[in-house]
Nanobody, 119 residues
Framework: QVQLVESGGGLVQPGESLRLSCAASRSIFTINIKGWYRQAPGKQRELVATITSGGSTNYADSVKGRFTISRDNAKNTVYLQMNSLKPEDTAVYYC?????????????WGQGTQVTVSS
């Protein structure tokens, strides 16, 4: 079975930081975590950042210079360090992964973690 467990969300004030984690239930050889997306109320889910298994990264323009995506392949965990948070970063954040499992192939999403930025 493919499971993605997210953690690290919460309520912070503008300018503060949070670190999100997404841990996969199996090794990187079976589950490749590809990145983070977010969905604000009334809006479509949007890309935040992606990372390849080799560590190459890509960011949405709105988070460049403030967010950093990284991974620990040994733990098959991907992190999203979010600095200088703004109210417009408020959303549910989801990690996305591809499963190479022959029994459970395809694209998977985590359960989501709420990030709220408010004074």
């Amino acid at each position: 079975q493919v499971q993605l467990v997210e953690s690290g969300g919460g309520l912070v004030q503008p300018g503060e930081s949070l670190r999100l984690s997404c841990a996969a239930s199996r090794s990187i050889f079976t589950i490749n975590i590809k990145g983070w997306y977010r969905q604000a109320p009334g809006k479509q889910r949007e890309l935040v950042a992606t990372i390849t298994s080799g560590g190459s990264t890509n960011y949405a323009d709105s988070v460049k210079g403030r967010f950093t995506i990284s991974r620990d392949n040994a733990k098959n965990t991907v992190y999203l360090q979010m600095n200088s948070l703004k109210p417009e970063d408020t959303a549910v954040y989801y990690c996305n992964a591809e499963s190479r499992s022959t029994r459970y192939p395809g694209d998977y999403w985590g359960q989501g973690t709420q990030v709220t930025v408010s004074s």
